[in-house]
Protein backbone atom coordinates (compact mmCIF):
# COMPACT_ATOMS: atom_id res chain seq x y z
CA UNK A 1 0.00 0.00 0.00
CA UNK A 2 3.01 2.10 -0.69
CA UNK A 3 3.33 3.06 3.35
CA UNK A 4 6.35 5.15 3.45
CA UNK A 5 7.38 5.55 7.72
CA UNK A 6 10.63 7.35 8.85
CA UNK A 7 11.71 7.70 12.41
CA UNK A 8 11.80 11.26 13.45
CA UNK A 9 13.34 11.71 17.01
CA UNK A 10 10.98 9.92 19.39
CA UNK A 11 8.67 9.66 16.46
CA UNK A 12 7.78 7.61 13.55
CA UNK A 13 6.03 9.53 10.48
CA UNK A 14 4.78 8.16 7.51
CA UNK A 15 2.46 8.64 4.52
CA UNK A 16 0.15 6.17 2.79
CA UNK A 17 -2.71 6.95 0.26
CA UNK A 18 -5.12 4.07 0.05
CA UNK A 19 -6.47 2.86 -3.06
CA UNK A 20 -8.71 0.38 -4.39
CA UNK A 21 -6.59 -2.86 -3.69
CA UNK A 22 -7.76 -1.70 0.34
CA UNK A 23 -11.62 -0.61 -0.41
CA UNK A 24 -13.76 -2.07 2.38
CA UNK A 25 -17.11 -0.03 1.50
CA UNK A 26 -17.17 2.01 -1.38
CA UNK A 27 -14.37 4.78 -1.67
CA UNK A 28 -13.53 4.04 1.89
CA UNK A 29 -10.27 1.79 2.90
CA UNK A 30 -11.24 -1.41 5.02
CA UNK A 31 -10.49 -0.87 8.34
CA UNK A 32 -8.12 -4.10 8.29
CA UNK A 33 -6.03 -1.96 6.04
CA UNK A 34 -6.13 1.33 8.46
CA UNK A 35 -5.29 -1.34 11.27
CA UNK A 36 -2.23 -2.78 9.46
CA UNK A 37 -0.47 0.86 9.12
CA UNK A 38 -1.28 1.91 12.54
CA UNK A 39 0.59 -1.57 13.44
CA UNK A 40 3.07 -0.70 11.18
CA UNK A 41 3.86 2.81 12.42
CA UNK A 42 4.18 1.65 16.00
CA UNK A 43 6.03 -1.52 15.18
CA UNK A 44 8.58 0.96 14.04
CA UNK A 45 8.90 2.31 17.34
CA UNK A 46 10.84 -0.63 18.04
CA UNK A 47 13.77 0.74 16.53
CA UNK A 48 13.96 4.58 18.71
CA UNK A 49 13.20 1.95 21.59
CA UNK A 50 16.05 -0.78 20.56
CA UNK A 51 13.42 -3.61 22.14
CA UNK A 52 12.35 -6.58 20.31
CA UNK A 53 8.93 -6.84 20.59
CA UNK A 54 5.66 -7.97 19.06
CA UNK A 55 2.08 -6.86 19.26
CA UNK A 56 0.00 -8.54 22.10
CA UNK A 57 -2.86 -6.39 21.22
CA UNK A 58 -3.74 -3.57 19.66
CA UNK A 59 -7.18 -1.17 19.72
CA UNK A 60 -8.41 1.09 16.94
CA UNK A 61 -11.03 3.92 16.82
CA UNK A 62 -11.94 4.45 13.77
CA UNK A 63 -13.21 8.04 13.83
CA UNK A 64 -13.67 8.96 10.47
CA UNK A 65 -14.05 7.32 6.89
CA UNK A 66 -10.85 7.22 5.44
CA UNK A 67 -10.91 7.97 1.81
CA UNK A 68 -9.34 6.18 -0.78
CA UNK A 69 -6.71 8.66 -2.88
CA UNK A 70 -6.43 11.20 -0.36
CA UNK A 71 -3.16 10.95 1.30
CA UNK A 72 -2.67 10.41 5.06
CA UNK A 73 -0.18 10.61 7.30
CA UNK A 74 0.27 8.35 10.30
CA UNK A 75 2.33 9.29 13.50
CA UNK A 76 3.61 7.16 16.22
CA UNK A 77 4.49 7.43 19.66
CA UNK A 78 5.70 5.01 23.03
CA UNK A 79 3.31 6.40 26.03
CA UNK A 80 4.66 4.18 28.35
CA UNK A 81 7.12 1.16 29.15
CA UNK A 82 6.35 -1.30 32.18
CA UNK A 83 8.82 -4.17 32.20
CA UNK A 84 8.35 -5.96 29.08
CA UNK A 85 5.13 -4.38 28.17
CA UNK A 86 5.33 -1.49 25.45
CA UNK A 87 2.43 1.15 25.37
CA UNK A 88 2.55 2.82 21.89
CA UNK A 89 0.24 4.73 19.97
CA UNK A 90 -0.59 5.97 16.81
CA UNK A 91 -2.75 8.29 14.73
CA UNK A 92 -3.41 8.40 11.02
CA UNK A 93 -4.54 12.23 9.83
CA UNK A 94 -6.22 13.06 6.64
CA UNK A 95 -5.00 15.94 4.52
CA UNK A 96 -6.80 18.67 6.99
CA UNK A 97 -5.39 17.23 9.87
CA UNK A 98 -8.25 15.19 10.93
CA UNK A 99 -7.56 12.39 12.86
CA UNK A 100 -9.35 9.37 11.06
CA UNK A 101 -8.15 6.52 13.46
CA UNK A 102 -6.19 6.10 16.30
CA UNK A 103 -4.59 3.38 17.74
CA UNK A 104 -3.33 1.97 21.47
CA UNK A 105 -1.50 -1.27 20.94
CA UNK A 106 0.41 -3.20 23.42
CA UNK A 107 3.93 -4.58 22.45
CA UNK A 108 5.56 -7.25 24.69
CA UNK A 109 8.99 -7.23 24.22
CA UNK A 110 10.34 -10.77 23.32
CA UNK A 111 14.10 -12.14 22.39
CA UNK A 112 15.36 -12.44 19.05
CA UNK A 113 14.49 -16.04 19.15
CA UNK A 114 11.24 -15.33 19.04
CA UNK A 115 11.18 -14.45 15.10
CA UNK A 116 13.68 -17.11 14.56
CA UNK A 117 10.41 -19.47 15.20
CA UNK A 118 9.42 -19.01 11.56
CA UNK A 119 12.18 -20.66 10.50
CA UNK A 120 13.64 -17.50 8.17
CA UNK A 121 16.91 -16.30 8.88
CA UNK A 122 16.63 -13.21 10.64
CA UNK A 123 17.88 -10.17 8.90
CA UNK A 124 21.56 -9.40 8.98
CA UNK A 125 20.60 -5.46 10.56
CA UNK A 126 18.93 -7.07 13.46
CA UNK A 127 22.03 -8.64 14.79
CA UNK A 128 22.53 -7.43 18.46
CA UNK A 129 18.82 -5.62 18.37
CA UNK A 130 17.72 -5.41 22.05
CA UNK A 131 21.71 -6.07 23.44
CA UNK A 132 21.02 -2.48 24.98
CA UNK A 133 17.21 -2.84 25.67
CA UNK A 134 16.20 -1.48 28.86
CA UNK A 135 14.26 -3.51 31.66
C1 LIG B 1 20.45 -2.38 16.68
C2 LIG B 1 19.80 -2.41 15.32
C3 LIG B 1 18.30 -2.53 15.37
C4 LIG B 1 17.84 -2.87 14.01
C5 LIG B 1 16.36 -3.06 13.96
C6 LIG B 1 16.05 -3.13 12.57
C7 LIG B 1 14.87 -3.20 12.07
C8 LIG B 1 13.59 -3.31 12.82
C9 LIG B 1 12.61 -2.63 12.00
C10 LIG B 1 11.36 -2.52 12.24
C11 LIG B 1 10.65 -3.36 13.17
C12 LIG B 1 9.92 -4.27 12.33
C13 LIG B 1 9.55 -5.44 12.66
C14 LIG B 1 9.68 -5.92 14.02
C15 LIG B 1 9.11 -7.19 14.02
C16 LIG B 1 7.87 -7.40 14.33
C17 LIG B 1 6.89 -6.43 14.91
C18 LIG B 1 5.67 -6.42 14.02
C19 LIG B 1 4.44 -6.44 14.83
C20 LIG B 1 3.72 -7.70 14.57
O1 LIG B 1 3.00 -7.78 13.61
S1 LIG B 1 3.94 -9.04 15.58
C21 LIG B 1 2.80 -10.25 14.93
C22 LIG B 1 1.55 -10.38 15.74
N1 LIG B 1 1.81 -10.74 17.10
C23 LIG B 1 2.22 -11.95 17.45
O2 LIG B 1 2.45 -12.83 16.64
C24 LIG B 1 2.34 -12.22 18.92
C25 LIG B 1 1.88 -13.63 19.24
N2 LIG B 1 1.84 -13.79 20.69
C26 LIG B 1 2.92 -14.22 21.36
O3 LIG B 1 3.94 -14.59 20.80
C27 LIG B 1 2.80 -14.21 22.84
O4 LIG B 1 1.47 -14.24 23.26
C28 LIG B 1 3.49 -12.96 23.49
C29 LIG B 1 4.99 -12.96 23.14
C30 LIG B 1 2.85 -11.66 22.99
C31 LIG B 1 3.32 -13.03 25.02
O5 LIG B 1 3.69 -14.34 25.42
P1 LIG B 1 4.71 -14.53 26.64
O6 LIG B 1 4.62 -15.97 27.02
O7 LIG B 1 6.02 -13.98 26.29
O8 LIG B 1 4.16 -13.60 27.77
P2 LIG B 1 2.95 -13.89 28.81
O9 LIG B 1 1.80 -14.53 28.14
O10 LIG B 1 3.54 -14.59 30.01
O11 LIG B 1 2.50 -12.43 29.25
C32 LIG B 1 3.40 -11.52 29.87
C33 LIG B 1 2.59 -10.38 30.42
O12 LIG B 1 1.91 -9.73 29.32
C34 LIG B 1 0.47 -9.82 29.49
N3 LIG B 1 -0.14 -10.08 28.18
C35 LIG B 1 0.25 -10.99 27.27
N4 LIG B 1 -0.52 -10.94 26.21
C36 LIG B 1 -1.42 -9.96 26.43
C37 LIG B 1 -2.49 -9.43 25.68
N5 LIG B 1 -2.78 -9.90 24.43
N6 LIG B 1 -3.21 -8.43 26.18
C38 LIG B 1 -2.92 -7.94 27.42
N7 LIG B 1 -1.91 -8.39 28.19
C39 LIG B 1 -1.17 -9.40 27.70
C40 LIG B 1 0.28 -10.96 30.45
O13 LIG B 1 -0.95 -10.83 31.14
C41 LIG B 1 1.47 -10.82 31.35
O14 LIG B 1 1.24 -9.75 32.23
P3 LIG B 1 1.75 -9.81 33.78
O15 LIG B 1 3.23 -10.05 33.72
O16 LIG B 1 1.38 -8.47 34.34
O17 LIG B 1 1.03 -10.96 34.38
Known sequence: MG???RVDGDVVRGEVTFDRRQQGAPGIAHGGAVTTVLDD???SL???LETPAVTANIHVDFRA???LHHPMTVE???T?????KLHLTARLLDERATVVAEAQALFLAVD???FAKGG???PEAWSGWGANAPG
Open 76 to 78: ARA
Open 41 to 43: AVA
Open 120 to 122: EAL
Open 112 to 114: LEH
Open 80 to 84: GRDGR
Open 3 to 5: LRL
Open 65 to 67: PTL
Open 46 to 48: LVV
